[in-house]
């Protein structure tokens, strides 16, 4: 138990890290095309960079520091597998930033109430938690060493 404590503990430091910068790159692309482009445009575009760019940097810390490596598995065949369960982690992220902008356009007291970046940093924060438990859970299962 105190191994699976500390293994999530490593793994909120990996993941705020890469929150952070999913989040600073998302958020300022979206800002960035929001005055270009229409707003779901704009917030498709801006996560799926910030997300793409933070999985390689989550790769990367994850296996050299959280998880233990499967010793009959390949860094080519658990790079590809580490990416297919983000690619579907980033699903998961878009589909709640387009449901969550959908929400927002349809809500007149929410338009009135927040601005579009605030609304978009609100909803990165609630899919970004969403997220992070199914990566803990998806890697747990699919990547590392059984004990």
Do not use: P
Not at 30 to 54: C, E, K, M, Q, W
Not at 73 to 102: D, Q
Not at 117 to 141: L, Q
């Amino acid at each position: 138990m105190k191994k699976l404590l500390e293994q999530i503990i490593k793994f909120g430091f990996v993941g705020v890290l890469c929150f952070l910068i999913d989040f600073a790159i998302s958020t300022g692309l979206f800002h960035l095309l929001n005055n270009i482009t229409s707003r779901n445009i704009a917030t498709a575009v801006g996560g799926f960079f910030g997300f793409t760019i933070s999985v390689v940097v989550n790769y990367i810390l994850s296996m050299k520091f959280v998880f233990e490596r499967k010793e009959d598995l390949s860094r080519k065949k658990e790079f590809v597998i580490f990416l297919i369960l983000s690619v579907i982690g980033l699903g998961i992220n878009e589909a709640i930033l387009l449901a969550c902008s959908a929400g927002y356009e349809a809500n007149a007291f929410l338009f009135e109430a927040f601005s579009d970046t605030v609304w978009f940093a609100v909803s990165k924060i609630a899919a970004t938690a969403i997220v992070m438990v199914y990566n803990f859970v998806s890697r747990k299962i699919f990547l590392e060493k059984k004990s």
